[in-house]
């Protein structure tokens, strides 16, 4: 069953690795990213707010009016941890993830879904 023939609330956790340290320490990249991945999403945007950790990391959070899109980022890893969880019909969750994956030029993907009632 693809992601697509769900219904009800999607939730997708995944991981992107073998990204540029650069992006993934760069608060107001991940700021943009949040913002346009709830569009990607089809997903009401409510706020979106990021922390820059010392002496690396950034976590980011989009809240979204069927949820949220979470990020948290390892720059020395080359990692960042990711979920988004929507409640919307007609949101597109995956497209959201896609789009992380190329913006964060991620050489590694991998992802789980799940149906959550």
Known sequence: ?????????KHILFELRGCPSDLLDNEEF???CLYSAAKKAKSEL????????????????AMLADSHI????WPEKNLAMCDIFTCGVDATPMEAVEYLCKQFQ???????HHERI
Do not use: C
Not at 1 to 9: A, F, V
Not at 106 to 112: A, F
């Open 70 to 73: 979470s990020i948290h980022t």
């Open 106 to 112: 991620s050489k590694d993907l991998t992802y789980s």
């Open 46 to 61: 409510i706020n979106v707010s990021a922390h820059k950790f010392d002496p690396q990391g950034v976590t980011g959070l």
């Open 1 to 9: 069953m693809t992601l697509e023939n769900h219904t009800g609330y």
């Open 30 to 32: 991940i700021r943009l």
